[in-house]
C-alpha cells in the first residue's frame, strides 16, 4: 500500500506573497529560459552583464506522484523584460489530462493559455483574480508590472509537466511593451 500523506496546513502569507513552509524549492535562471525567449540575443547579453540573474523561484507542497494527491505552492516572478519581451515563466503542458488553478496574490501580469490545436486565450492575474487552466492547455504566466508577481497554484501530483513541446514550438503569442504597455503578438518563431 502506497504512503498515505496526513492532512496538515501551512500558513499563506498574504502581505508579501509567500507560503512559510514547503518542502521543495526551485530557482530558475534566465540561463534555463533563454530559448523560451524571442530574442535571444539580449538574453545573452543580460545572462553576462547581470551573472545570469533568476527570473523566478517557486515554492511548492509536492505529494507523491499517485492519482488523487495534489501539489500546491507559490511561485515569484521577478519584473523586467527580455528584449521587449516581458519576463516569464517557461510554460508547459500537462503529461496528464488535468487542469491547474491560480490565485494572484501580489503584482499584475497575464497568464497565456493555448491548446495543441491553435486556440488560444489570456487572463489578466493580480490580488484576488482566480485562473482556472483547463486540461490540455499549456500555460505561462507573465509579468507585465514594476515589482515581483506572486500567485498561488495547484495542480494534481501526478499531472506531470511537458516543457518540450514548448521548447521546440514556442507559444502562439509574446507578451512585450509597446508605448509603455503590455501587448500580446504573434510570435514568428512558432509551430504547430
Not at 501580489?106 to 485562473?131: L, N, W
Not at 514594476?146 to 514556442?170: C, E, P, Q, V
Request: hydrophobic fraction near 35%; charge should be positive; glycine fraction near 8%.
Amino acid at each position: 500500500m502506497p504512503d498515505i500523506v496526513k492532512p496538515y496546513s501551512v500558513d499563506l502569507d498574504l502581505s508579501i506573497g509567500t507560503l512559510k513552509s514547503f518542502n521543495k524549492k526551485v530557482e530558475v535562471k534566465l540561463s534555463e529560459l533563454r530559448e523560451f525567449f524571442f530574442d535571444r540575443e539580449a538574453a545573452d547579453n543580460i545572462i553576462k552583464k547581470h551573472n545570469d540573474p533568476a527570473m523566478y523561484v517557486y515554492f511548492e507542497n509536492s505529494h507523491p506522484h499517485m492519482r488523487g494527491e495534489m501539489n500546491f505552492g507559490v511561485t515569484i516572478l521577478s519584473p523586467g523584460k527580455v528584449g521587449y519581451e516581458y519576463n516569464m515563466t517557461r510554460g508547459h503542458y500537462h503529461s496528464k489530462r488535468c487542469g491547474e488553478v491560480y490565485v494572484g496574490l501580489r503584482g499584475e501580469g497575464i497568464v497565456v493559455m493555448q491548446t495543441k490545436d491553435g486556440m488560444f486565450f489570456h487572463s489578466p492575474i493580480r490580488r484576488g483574480k482566480v485562473v482556472y487552466v483547463p486540461p490540455s492547455w499549456a500555460h505561462r504566466t507573465v509579468n507585465t508590472c514594476d515589482r515581483k508577481l506572486s500567485f498561488f497554484y495547484a495542480y494534481a501530483s501526478d499531472a506531470g509537466h511537458d516543457y518540450g513541446t514548448i521548447r521546440r514550438k514556442g507559444f502562439a503569442k509574446l507578451v512585450v511593451e509597446k508605448r509603455g504597455k503590455p501587448k500580446i503578438i504573434d510570435n514568428p518563431r512558432f509551430t504547430r
